[in-house]
């Protein structure tokens, strides 16, 4: 198995690639990434095609005896999902669901506060709105960040990744108008297994890279 990107800066770039003939210098473009690690890939997305950048704060809800794997997922505007094969397989208690909930809206709001400070969200309606993450792995996260922005009436949702799974690829083929994948690899595992570097990006390299956008 080897890796496809050196990191998420290269990734970005490689995917602003794949994304400059249809997009590049488009007249009303709007890049979301989604933090935190989706963000330096958009970042170089935005750069590339001109566009201004912004975030859209989602959070995963990971399984109570496993955080890490992924029963569903929030964003804003009261976008709740849940994989009900994922709840019944492992016969999670719906006050354990709750109070995943609860934590993780609250992370969300401390995001959003931490990153956006006193901006106003940027304006969706009407507008091509690419949304960028570093991979998908079941697409969760991706899911509730397209019923976000879908409920703010926007001309068009890309969705853009680096690599995704199959499945993942499937169900965000479904729910945007369109996506750009540069790899779905038959034998997925993790995101972070085809980065040669997947360090933890922080919350102050995100709020910098939202600065330094919005300065050039």
């Not at 958009?42 to 566009?51: G, I």
């Not at 949702?157 to 965000?172: F, G, K, N, R, T």
Request: proline share 6%; aromatic share 4%; charged share 20%.
């Amino acid at each position: 198995m080897n890796a496809l990107f050196t990191d998420r800066a290269d990734a970005g770039r490689q995917l602003a690639d794949a994304l400059l003939q249809d997009y590049g210098r488009h007249g009303n473009l709007l890049v979301l990434g989604l933090p935190r690690g989706g963000v330096p890939v958009a970042y170089e997305v935005a750069a590339r095609l001109h566009a201004p950048l912004d975030v859209l704060v989602v959070r995963k809800l990971g399984a109570p005896m496993n955080r890490e794997y992924a029963m569903g997922a929030i964003a804003p505007g009261g976008i709740t999902i849940l994989k009900q094969d994922v709840v019944c397989a492992l016969n999670i208690r719906q006050e354990a669901i709750a109070q995943v909930i609860e934590i993780e809206s609250a992370e969300l709001d401390r995001r959003v506060d931490a990153y956006r400070g006193d901006r106003p969200p940027p304006v969706v309606a009407d507008r091509t709105i690419i949304v960028v993450d570093d991979g998908l792995a079941t697409g969760s996260t991706m899911q509730a960040a397209i019923m976000a922005i879908r409920q703010q009436d926007p001309a068009l949702i890309v969705a853009a990744v680096p690599v995704a799974s199959s499945e993942a690829h499937q169900l965000i083929r479904r729910e945007a108008d369109r996506i750009v994948c540069l790899a779905t690899p038959a034998i997925f595992r993790a995101v972070g297994l085809w980065y040669v570097s997947f360090p933890q990006t922080s919350d102050a390299q995100v709020t910098e890279l939202l600065a330094r956008s919005r300065s050039a």
